[in-house]
């Protein structure tokens, strides 16, 4: 296949001898109408001979030109996709131009009529313009897709990008075949390695969306070797999406127009903005949503799916498809997968594209309701079976007390699961699936598929100590946690944490979760989101202390560390120093970028932080005279400063009267350029104009991920990011996107044994006893929904009894218990999500814990460190470390572990305070001393708590352990490294002084392990 004709005969053959086409006929291209009038009037006569003879009666000559001219004209007010869902009026009647596959059998008439469609491939048409594209497809005369054909590996050697400069300097916008929304609504510019696609023509503005499978995590396409010798990279396109029963899918179930409507006020008035833009599905989408709906038709309900999609990939389109395909599902005898489709988000914008995005497929009202009132509201839209019901995971735990309050009013409504599915779509699986909520969630919507397997396990509880009622709701509440044969999740996210890949465990392709992946490596090559790390500069900080006052108290060490970095941060001079650099980065460097829009953002790591750095940039702006940079500070709650005793600092008065809500609208506008956040604006939210990030905060992990991604969006004028990181070092940096660069990886799962092993470490402290935890548990769960007055009263003198003794404990082994019984929640609430069975002990401690924490008094540490006035800043300097890229595509990522050894924790020893301080300086300065034992000692106390190496110790000579212990040594440095900075960077590039620190930290954790002889 050396000849681009080669390459279009090979393309035409397959679609007609394996896609369901026909050959067409280019002369029967009509130029001035833009269609195929005889495909047009056979069709019609065909299907709907009423209609054709009502025609012929009327005058049997201009039949054909009458048909076809109440064609044109409906063309040109509603275009092509409407008319091909709705069809169009001719003599009185509705004239259909194709019919689109029924979701069910039960009607052959219409499985008849969908076989009727006539797909036509037509090669070489000649268009008014005199413009020759290569393949137009037809549905029934109308042409819905144009393709052009390059092939590298003929004598022009013309790929891809030569079929895009075709389309947008030799294709006229205005011409009918070509004009937006009249004709075609997409366009594909193929080689044999990539496909693009538009679905606007705008001369040479015209936009190219890929559309291509991936390979390896990355752009492009995999070679494709088959049982008929192989094929080129692009095959797919014709042998699978554009093939007859999916291209028609595609025009009835995915493809639609997106309207835009936007108000601005003007000098002349109030003037209205309307965009339209035609979505055509990207690959991924379409694979996802064919993906989890062919699966879900084959297996039915009661599967996790786990959908890990890049920023960038259009998830709330991914989802509004999803959501209308499962709504109209059915299986092979025509029973309906799911009876409703619960969508649970946060997002108000996407409350209303579901809406306007699934009317457009079904056109009629009340197939999406958006519950934006009340639980009640919820719970009539449950009972109705409301198709698609959006809302926020919050209303779920209030059903029940909804449904009585409208019983009380006379409006009772009847929630009935049994043998009724459901589909959850959750729009982001860290925050919709945590806790006691998402359970509720659950119970709720299989609460007759829990009662029956209530009766089926009471038997089993027979040696319990609960009465019969008690006993049903400890039932009830183990059996909401694992997963519901009658629901199925469908869980979108960009970074999943351990549990997200635990929980959300169907398997994908590769035998593993998640099910469908798109990554943020093939976003990024793909031109969908910006790569954040490309431009990255790293600063830090070198400082010294002195101490003032003559007496030396002694100070808890890792407090005081704490109190003395403290000092430094919130220094006046750090603060100047800091935001000198960014002020004058962002005016000579970031605010001419974007056509002169480009907005920054400053993350802090804290509320008094980022008050201190809003008057600080205030501060220099009006001391500088500057009039083209202007800040806004984000912080909840208000804030007092030592400085301003008597004035109370909140985020609406540092913004000079702008509310809350109004805050992301006003940094939107020409005024406003730099934004300064305290835990506010870091995930969720999408600003594409935001060009530079300022970050003053520890990051790691996915938090590290999430914030920095707030750079990513695209826009048009945005060719770059840029990072200038005071705090994290470039290697932190890395290790916390590669993880989710290209495929995340999941490590053993978490030992469900760790339970009993912490349950019996608990009840070693004897703050509560086995008793009183039943005793409490018979109360809860016998009455949980409606307690009288002295039940309330039981509750609370029986968890008084453990406060009581927990009192009596010492302030390290109050710390001590308090953080092990959180642990045993936090792992009981994992566990038994992924454990086939339920443990009734675990449950009644796990309730009976959730509110004893509750109860426990705030440890008040009576050694607090102060050190404000007994030290000042001798001297300080910021210096840039290093600048440029950092590299994902180098190394292999770690996987991410579940909980493991929980429940431990070190008592504080007391130093010296001229000893930290002199650590500090040390640690900061440009040599290193032996006081930066505090880091290693850090690090050896990490290393003995670990479970592995413990165990390595114990079975292994101090020959056999160290290969062990190196593997994990660079974990633990860089579990510790906070604060840590220079002697981190020292270990990690110093191979001599790595050695030293590696061999001494081995022999002191061997050691120390064995002589515990744990």
């Not at 709906?293 to 709330?316: D, E, P, R, W």
């Not at 208000?638 to 109370?648: S, V």
């Not at 109004?662 to 995930?683: G, H, I, R, S």
Request: a neutral charge.
């Amino acid at each position: 296949m050396h000849k681009e004709i080669d390459f279009e005969n090979d393309i035409e053959h397959a679609l007609v001898t394996q896609g369901g086409y026909e050959k067409g006929d280019p002369n029967a291209y009509d130029t001035e109408a833009a269609l195929f009038p005889a495909e047009v009037v056979a069709f019609v006569e065909k299907t709907q001979p009423k209609i054709w003879t009502r025609l012929t009666q009327l005058d049997a000559a201009k039949a054909p030109a009458m048909l076809l001219d109440s064609l044109v004209k409906e063309l040109a007010t509603k275009g092509a996709l409407a008319i091909l869902r709705e069809g169009f009026k001719c003599v009185g009647k509705t004239v259909r131009l194709a019919y689109f596959a029924p979701n069910t059998g039960l009607d052959p008439a219409s499985t008849e009529r969908y076989g009727d469609n006539r797909l036509t491939v037509v090669r070489q048409v000649n268009t008014k313009s005199g413009a020759i594209p290569d393949v137009v497809l037809a549905v029934n005369g109308l042409p819905v897709a144009t393709l052009e054909l390059k092939n590298p590996m003929s004598a022009t050697r013309w790929n891809v990008e030569h079929a895009k400069h075709q389309y947008r300097f030799e294709r006229d916008p205005k011409e009918l075949l070509f004009a937006f929304k009249q004709r075609c609504l997409v366009h594909f510019a193929v080689d044999t390695e990539l496909v693009f696609m538009t679905t606007k023509l705008e001369g040479k503005d015209t936009f190219f969306l890929p559309f291509n499978l991936g390979h390896h995590h990355a752009a492009g396409n995999p070679p494709v070797m088959d049982g008929d010798g192989g094929d080129v990279r692009t095959a797919y396109l014709w042998r699978q999406v554009l093939a007859r029963d999916s291209l028609m899918d595609i025009l009835a179930r995915f493809i639609h127009l997106d309207v835009e409507e936007k108000t601005v006020v003007t000098e002349k008035g109030i003037k209205r903005h309307r965009k339209e833009t035609m979505i055509f599905p990207r690959y991924h989408q379409l694979d996802a949503v064919r993906a989890l709906t062919s699966h879900a038709q084959a297996h039915g309900s009661g599967h996790n799916y786990l959908i890990q999609h890049s920023a960038g990939s259009g998830k709330s389109n991914s989802i509004a498809w999803l959501a209308h395909r499962l709504s109209s599902l059915h299986n092979a005898v025509n029973e309906k997968i799911f009876h409703s489709v619960v969508v649970i988000t946060d997002r108000r914008v996407l409350d209303q594209q579901l809406q306007d995005t699934i009317f457009q497929f079904e056109h009629k009202l009340g197939v999406v309701q958006k519950i934006d009132e009340n639980t009640q509201q919820l719970a009539k839209a449950l009972a109705d079976g409301v198709p698609i019901i959006i809302s926020t995971i919050q209303k779920f735990p209030f059903i029940t007390q909804a449904i009585r309050t409208m019983e009380a009013n006379g409006k009772g409504v009847a929630i009935s699961t049994a043998g009724k599915r459901f589909a959850v779509i959750v729009d982001e699986a860290h925050s919709s699936q945590s806790g006691e909520t998402a359970m509720e969630l659950r119970k709720i919507l299989n609460k007759d598929g829990i009662e029956a397997a209530i009766a089926e396990q009471l038997l089993d509880l027979d040696d319990e100590a609960l009465s019969e009622d008690a006993k049903k709701e400890l039932l009830r509440s183990q059996l909401k946690r694992a997963k519901q044969p009658n629901l199925s999740f469908f869980a979108f996210t960009a970074t999943p944490k351990f549990k997200t890949l635990a929980v959300f465990n169907e398997p994908g392709p590769n035998g593993k979760a998640p099910f469908h992946h798109y990554s943020m490596r093939q976003a990024i090559e793909e031109g969908f989101i910006h790569d954040v790390l490309e431009y990255y500069t790293h600063y830090k900080r070198y400082y010294k202390l002195i101490q003032k006052v003559e007496e030396d108290p002694e100070v808890p060490r890792r407090k005081a560390a704490k109190a003395l970095a403290r000092f430094v941060q919130f220094h006046d001079y750090e603060i100047a120093q800091k935001v000198e650099v960014i002020v004058e980065h962002f005016r000579t460097h970031t605010r001419h970028k974007i056509g002169g829009r480009a907005k920054a953002m400053v993350v802090t790591n804290s509320r008094e932080h980022a008050v201190r750095y809003k008057l600080g940039f205030d501060k220099y702006i009006k001391d500088k005279g500057y009039t083209d940079v202007k800040s806004l500070v984000a912080f909840s709650g208000e804030i007092t400063l030592k400085e301003f005793a008597d004035k109370k600092f909140t985020e609406v008065g540092m913004n000079d009267g702008i509310k809350e809500s109004e805050l992301p609208e006003k940094f939107n506008t020409e005024e406003y350029q730099v934004l300064l956040v305290a835990e506010k604006y870091q995930t969720g939210f999408d600003q594409p104009l935001l060009h530079s990030m300022y970050v003053d905060k520890r990051l790691s992990g996915i938090q590290a991920v999430q914030t920095l991604s707030r750079l990513n969006r695209t826009t048009r004028g945005k060719t770059d990011t840029f990072v200038l990181d005071f705090v994290n070092e470039p290697e932190e940096i890395y290790a916390a996107f590669k993880p989710y660069y290209e495929a995340t990886k999941k490590g053993e799962d978490t030992d469900p044994q760790q339970l009993n092993k912490l349950a019996h470490t608990l009840a070693g402290w004897k703050v509560y006893t086995a008793d009183e935890v039943s005793a409490w548990c018979e109360i809860w769960f016998r009455n949980r929904m409606n307690p009288t007055g002295g039940e309330h009263k039981k509750l609370n003198a029986l968890l008084d009894l453990a406060v009581e003794r927990f009192k009596g404990l010492g302030e390290e082994d109050q710390n001590l218990f308090k953080g092990q019984l959180a642990s045993f929640r936090n792992l009981y609430a994992f566990v038994s999500q992924v454990v086939p069975y339920q443990d009734s002990d675990h449950e009644k401690l796990f309730t009976y814990a959730r509110f004893l924490l509750t109860k426990l008094p705030h440890t008040v540490d009576s050694r607090k460190v102060q050190v404000d006035d007994e030290v000042e800043l001798k001297y300080y300097r910021l210096q840039k470390i290093s600048e440029g890229a950092i590299d994902l595509k180098a190394g292999e990522p770690e996987a991410l572990y579940g909980p493991t050894e929980v429940g431990t924790g070190q008592a504080d020893e007391d130093v010296q305070l001229s000893t930290l301080v002199g650590k500090l300086n040390e640690r900061f300065g440009t040599e290193f001393t032996p006081a930066d034992q505090l880091f290693f000692d850090q690090v050896r106390e990490t290393a003995v708590a670990n479970e592995q190496l413990r165990q390595a110790v114990m079975a292994n000579s101090i020959e056999n352990f160290e290969p062990v212990f190196n593997k994990q040594l660079e974990n633990l440095f860089i579990e510790r490294m906070d604060g840590n900075e220079d002697i981190f960077v020292r270990l990690m590039n110093d191979e001599a002084f790595r050695s030293v620190a590696a061999s001494h930290l081995m022999r002191a954790v061997y050691q120390q392990v064995k002589a515990s002889g744990k």
